[in-house]
């Protein structure tokens, strides 16, 4: 029979069902290898297992796991039970934890053993906390199923077959500048589209090898996985970039082609690189998204990766991806990323609508099958991203993102409209930060903004205002912070004031702030 | 500068205590937890202990040595920082 892949999951399905790919290695998890057929075997008993325990079409099943084997097991067993995923940042605090899982409804939460003091905490603050099935050791305090033993006691069955390509696969939890993190909705049909867009300007195949040290949590990061399975390639999964010595080894060993970073990875790269030369000539493909790669690294790079076609991409989770420079292109098109990924357009429109005449600066707007349905339960906030389209009932993506694009079509970012800091690659919510200072006892007034910073593109700093007669450290604020932010979120630079500067109806002034830091 | 383990050992905690847990309260460290599991450290973090360990034990880390097996727990950081030194 010919199988048409339409789901999330039928590319996994497919590579376990041909004698050829079944064999192959599909993950390699910090140096362990599975074959496809084991991915299979995994996902439909660990599927069966869920449906026994009431997980069907539709339901949310949140992944809060560090980048393990279990974790890829998870992935595809939720879309084969019919469920919903989302992967959830294993750096996530309990506050935000629980503040997902009761935004979501999760039914069943995936988790490690490591990471049980977060869990059980968020748990603890929810009304209808779900069920959770945890890997590794397990102390006896832990109220949860152990991975191995549900998976040792589940027989295979097969998919669920109710599920269609309209349906939920994920929701990816994205910062969103109020402060809570919202889901982006997206449905089997979108990432199945995706993912076959990315494949083909990667020109990428089943004999690739592709790095992931970016947490499966990130959507960057979970298109590693969801392509290598697609095309039956081998992904190469590593915990994180922490420790950058071993994953350069695993590189080398495990022969590496692809390697996706974002500009603070390739920084690193580059300065161990000037400490003791670094060479990957297995790599044919280096990308970039996130944020801007400096245009000096991508001629350094070609030092490190002299077989590799270099790629700046554009994205934001909404659509997963926006734009690819060709590599070929890059020395031409300095700044620039790109234009439309395969399958899809996008338009710079003046606020009135119309589109910008060449070379001005507009509103990024976005259109194809990538773009999300909304954010789950938010329609206030879909609203503000999904516009109506030209066609009937269609809705088309805008970004709130300055770019212009130049008299070839290419596009070259401007900047945000938001007060969003990029840091590290990743996006934080300046409010969420200052809700977390503003809830320490003493704190009068917090306001917190993002300054250049060359390794981490920005660096978080925040101003604090204390109550009179107040005496706190910087310390106790770090502590704080520690206890409920991602490492990422964490404040570089805390200031302590006596004032900050408002605007002329109170508000805080941040370009002020910037402009003229107070004492 | 000489010291011994017992001196490294209580260096090391100190410092992890005072700039990546903020806190003076030396049971929130054990020295034999992973710090990637506890969510302690991280690329920049990693980073910071060894400028940290460079400058106080006076050795030199190359990148090579940045590895789990050498900078993942306090117990771990104590014997890579002994090693380094009667090597040098």
């Known amino acids: 029979m010919t199988r048409i892949e339409r789901l999330l999951h039928d590319g996994l399905l497919m590579a376990a069902a041909d004698p050829a790919k079944a064999t192959k290695t599909a993950v390699i998890v910090e140096g362990q290898a599975h074959t496809y057929a084991e991915l299979m075997h995994e996902a439909l008993r660990l599927a069966a297992a869920m449906r026994e325990r009431g997980i069907g079409r539709g339901d949310r099943v949140a992944i809060y796991m560090d980048n393990t084997w279990p974790c890829v097991v998870s992935v595809f067993a939720v879309l084969i039970a019919g469920g919903v995923f989302l992967i959830v940042n294993p750096q996530t605090k309990a506050d935000k934890l629980a503040f997902i899982l009761d935004d979501s409804g999760a039914l069943l939460l995936m988790s490690d053993g490591h990471l049980a003091k977060e869990f059980q905490s968020a748990l603890a603050q929810m009304k209808r906390p779900p069920a959770v099935i945890c890997s590794g050791a397990l102390g006896a305090e832990v109220e949860a199923e152990p991975f191995d033993a549900v998976l040792a006691g589940s027989a295979p069955s097969a998919p669920n077959p109710a599920t269609i390509p309209p349906d939920l696969a994920a929701l990816i939890y994205t910062s969103g500048s109020t402060g809570n993190p919202k889901g982006v909705m997206q449905t089997h049909q979108a990432m199945v589209f995706t993912a076959g867009s990315l494949i083909e300007y990667l020109r990428l195949?089943?004999?690739?090898?592709?790095?992931?040290?970016?947490?499966?949590?990130?959507?960057?990061?979970?298109?590693?996985?969801?392509?290598?399975?697609?095309?039956?390639?081998?992904?190469?999964?590593?915990?994180?970039?922490?420790?950058?010595?071993?994953?350069?080894?695993?590189?080398?060993?495990?022969?590496?082609?692809?390697?996706?970073?974002?500009?603070?990875?390739?920084?690193?790269?580059?300065?161990?690189?000037?400490?003791?030369?670094?060479?990957?000539?297995?790599?044919?493909?280096?990308?970039?998204?996130?944020?801007?790669?400096?245009?000096?690294?991508?001629?350094?790079?070609?030092?490190?990766?002299?077989?590799?076609?270099?790629?700046?991409?554009?994205?934001?989770?909404?659509?997963?991806?926006?734009?690819?420079?060709?590599?070929?292109?890059?020395?031409?098109?300095?700044?620039?990323?790109?234009?439309?990924?395969?399958?899809?357009?996008?338009?710079?429109?003046?606020?009135?609508?119309?589109?910008?005449?060449?070379?001005?600066?507009?509103?990024?707007?976005?259109?194809?099958?990538?773009?999300?349905?909304?954010?789950?339960?938010?329609?206030?906030?879909?609203?503000?991203?999904?516009?109506?389209?030209?066609?009937?009932?269609?809705?088309?993506?805008?970004?709130?993102?300055?770019?212009?694009?130049?008299?070839?079509?290419?596009?070259?970012?401007?900047?945000?409209?938001?007060?969003?800091?990029?840091?590290?690659?990743?996006?934080?919510?300046?409010?969420?930060?200052?809700?977390?200072?503003?809830?320490?006892?003493?704190?009068?007034?917090?306001?917190?903004?993002?300054?250049?910073?060359?390794?981490?593109?920005?660096?978080?700093?925040?101003?604090?205002?204390?109550?009179?007669?107040?005496?706190?450290?910087?310390?106790?604020?770090?502590?704080?912070?520690?206890?409920?932010?991602?490492?990422?979120?964490?404040?570089?630079?805390?200031?302590?004031?006596?004032?900050?500067?408002?605007?002329?109806?109170?508000?805080?002034?941040?370009?002020?702030?910037?402009?003229?830091?107070?004492? | 500068m000489s010291s011994n383990a017992s001196q490294i050992r209580a260096g090391i905690r100190s410092y992890i205590l005072e700039n990546l847990l903020f806190t003076s309260n030396g049971a929130e460290l054990a020295d034999d937890a992973s710090l990637l599991d506890r969510g302690i450290v991280d690329s920049t973090g990693v980073l910071e202990i060894v400028l940290y360990l460079e400058e106080h034990f006076a050795i030199k880390v190359k990148d090579s040595d940045m590895l789990p097996e050498n900078f993942d727990s306090v117990d771990n950081m104590v014997r890579f920082v002994e090693r380094t030194r009667a090597a040098q």
């Open chain 1, 205 to 519: 195949d089943a004999s690739d090898r592709i790095l992931c040290a970016l947490p499966l949590a990130f959507d960057y990061g979970l298109y590693q996985l969801l392509m290598s399975v697609r095309l039956g390639a081998t992904l190469v999964l590593e915990r994180s970039f922490t420790f950058p010595a071993q994953v350069f080894a695993r590189m080398l060993e495990t022969g590496v082609t692809v390697f996706p970073g974002v500009p603070t990875i390739f920084a690193m790269l580059l300065s161990a690189h000037g400490r003791s030369p670094l060479s990957f000539p297995a790599v044919t493909r280096v990308t970039n998204t996130a944020a801007a790669l400096p245009d000096e690294f991508a001629t350094r790079l070609r030092e490190v990766f002299p077989n590799a076609l270099i790629y700046k991409m554009y994205g934001l989770t909404e659509c997963k991806r926006v734009s690819y420079l060709e590599p070929e292109l890059i020395d031409a098109k300095p700044g620039s990323v790109g234009k439309a990924i395969p399958g899809t357009e996008v338009f710079v429109l003046a606020p009135e609508g119309n589109e910008v005449a060449a070379g001005e600066t507009g509103i990024l707007h976005v259109r194809g099958p990538h773009v999300m349905v909304g954010y789950w339960n938010r329609p206030d906030l879909s609203a503000q991203m999904l516009k109506p389209g030209r066609l009937p009932g269609e809705r088309v993506l805008c970004t709130h993102d300055h770019f212009r694009m130049d008299a070839e079509g290419f596009l070259y970012f401007v900047g945000r409209t938001d007060d969003i800091i990029k840091t590290r690659g990743e996006k934080v919510s300046p409010a969420e930060v200052e809700n977390v200072i503003h809830r320490i006892a003493g704190v009068r007034e917090v306001a917190v903004v993002g300054v250049a910073d060359e390794l981490l593109g920005q660096a978080i700093r925040a101003f604090v205002v204390l109550d009179a007669g107040v005496a706190m450290s910087e310390r106790q604020i770090r502590a704080e912070c520690a206890a409920r932010l991602e490492n990422f979120m964490m404040p570089r630079d805390i200031v302590l004031c006596v004032d900050l500067p408002k605007t002329a109806t109170g508000k805080v002034s941040k370009k002020a702030l910037l402009e003229n830091p107070p004492v």
